[in-house]
């Protein structure tokens, strides 16, 4: 019910208010992968994710929760309709770059970075990322909310969050990784489906919804599997409990704008998928409306076909 009241509410905000037109912008930043960001920067990003956690939430639907929260919420109320059709990589794109600029405000100074785990893919579980972003989460300290065990995490920056939902759910629980494989292969973590020629396959689809497809069915989803796992915050809709989210995002969006810019003039327009809208059944067009309930107004998909205007100004 509650989420059908907020998608009555984002389809009331007419086409008259949502008119804005984006400019090119002149001196894009330029997003890096994280693990070349210097040690200083780094701990500059993690102490600003943390930071959130201390700030109140900014939604006004009366939450007592944190704006760190607030995009897991976001996130999991919406699930239905920004997965597994077209909206799925510009309501993303739009998310990550908010995520930014929360970051922002709480004194990161860099740029948005990406997490490449293609240069993981041959030993997941021993990538380098964890030496500063924390590990797997220890079978030695595991807690309970109603019938879900999580496996906490016990070290790095962020063991001490304490993310507030569970998908829909008031469930505060410590931060969670669950490693897994869902194969007889543990340590694998599904590193074949996000090597080097699997994106190299993705990559040379012609059309949106070919590429949009493969990309969000196995690698995006074998990450989110590989490292939430049974007991882990990257695997429910609440996904954005785990910073993890945003680096893994941030590489997501990486490929669809490398994708764009094989073809720039078409595949900077082209927006249609085989998946209609999972609300009314339509097919997506470039004035679809992206919702994102009072994190910040809502925008048409055409206002994040390009990185390069006002609105994102960034490149990869």
Same mark, same amino acid.
């Given at each position: 019910?509650?989420?059908?009241?907020?998608?009555?509410?984002?389809?009331?905000?007419?086409?008259?208010?949502?008119?804005?037109?984006?400019?090119?912008?002149?001196?894009?930043?330029?997003?890096?992968?994280?693990?070349?960001?210097?040690?200083?920067?780094?701990?500059?990003?993690?102490?600003?994710?943390?930071?959130?956690?201390?700030?109140?939430?900014?939604?006004?639907?009366?939450?007592?929760?944190?704006?760190?929260?607030?995009?897991?919420?976001?996130?999991?109320?919406?699930?239905?309709?920004?997965?597994?059709?077209?909206?799925?990589?510009?309501?993303?794109?739009?998310?990550?770059?908010?995520?930014?600029?929360?970051?922002?405000?709480?004194?990161?100074?860099?740029?948005?970075?990406?997490?490449?785990?293609?240069?993981?893919?041959?030993?997941?579980?021993?990538?380098?990322?964890?030496?500063?972003?924390?590990?797997?989460?220890?079978?030695?300290?595991?807690?309970?909310?109603?019938?879900?065990?999580?496996?906490?995490?016990?070290?790095?920056?962020?063991?001490?969050?304490?993310?507030?939902?569970?998908?829909?759910?008031?469930? =505060?629980?410590?931060?969670?990784? @669950?490693?897994? &494989?869902? !194969?007889?292969? +543990?340590? $694998?973590?599904?590193?074949?489906?996000?090597?080097?020629?699997?994106?190299?396959?993705?990559?040379?689809?012609?059309?949106?919804?070919?590429?949009?497809?493969?990309?969000?069915?196995?690698?995006?989803?074998?990450?989110?599997?590989?490292?939430?796992?049974?007991?882990?915050?990257?695997?429910?809709?609440?996904?954005?409990?785990?910073?993890?989210?945003?680096?893994?995002?941030?590489?997501?969006?990486?490929?669809?704008?490398?994708?764009?810019?094989?073809? =720039?003039?078409?595949?900077?327009? @082209?927006?249609? &998928?085989? !998946?209609?809208? +999972?609300? $009314?059944?339509?097919?997506?067009?470039?004035?679809?409306?992206?919702?994102?309930?009072?994190?910040?107004?809502?925008?048409?998909?055409?206002?994040?076909?390009?990185?390069?205007?006002?609105?994102?100004?960034?490149?990869?």
């Amino acid at each position: 019910m509650q989420l059908l009241r907020l998608l009555s509410l984002s389809s009331a905000v007419s086409a008259a208010a949502i008119v804005q037109q984006r400019q090119p912008c002149t001196n894009p930043e330029k997003r890096v992968e994280f693990r070349t960001l210097d040690a200083a920067a780094q701990k500059q990003y993690t102490d600003a994710v943390m930071c959130l956690a201390t700030k109140p939430s900014g939604l006004n639907l009366g939450l007592n929760t944190t704006l760190y929260d607030d995009f897991s919420y976001v996130h999991t109320h919406l699930n239905k309709i920004i997965h597994f059709c077209a909206m799925f990589l510009p309501w993303h794109r739009n998310f990550v770059q908010l995520y930014h600029s929360s970051l922002r405000d709480c004194g990161y100074t860099g740029p948005m970075a990406y997490w490449d785990w293609s240069l993981d893919a041959a030993d997941p579980a021993k990538s380098s990322i964890w030496d500063v972003v924390g590990g797997n989460g220890g079978t030695d300290k595991i807690e309970k909310t109603g019938d879900q065990e999580w496996m906490c995490l016990t070290d790095g920056p962020f063991k001490d969050l304490r993310p507030a939902y569970r998908e829909t759910e008031y469930a =505060p629980h410590c931060l969670s990784r @669950d490693f897994y &494989d869902g !194969k007889e292969r +543990p340590g $694998d973590m599904r590193g074949g489906a996000y090597n080097a020629e699997e994106l190299k396959f993705i990559n040379e689809r012609e059309t949106y919804a070919d590429f949009r497809l493969y990309l969000e069915s196995i690698p995006h989803g074998s990450i989110h599997s590989a490292v939430g796992g049974q007991k882990g915050d990257m695997k429910p809709s609440s996904s954005p409990n785990d910073p993890l989210f945003f680096l893994h995002h941030a590489q997501i969006d990486r490929l669809w704008a490398q994708w764009q810019q094989g073809n =720039p003039e078409a595949r900077e327009k @082209d927006i249609v &998928d085989d !998946k209609v809208n +999972p609300v $009314d059944g339509s097919k997506a067009t470039l004035d679809d409306v992206l919702p994102f309930m009072d994190l910040t107004a809502d925008i048409k998909i055409s206002e994040v076909m390009t990185t390069q205007n006002d609105l994102l100004c960034y490149i990869y």
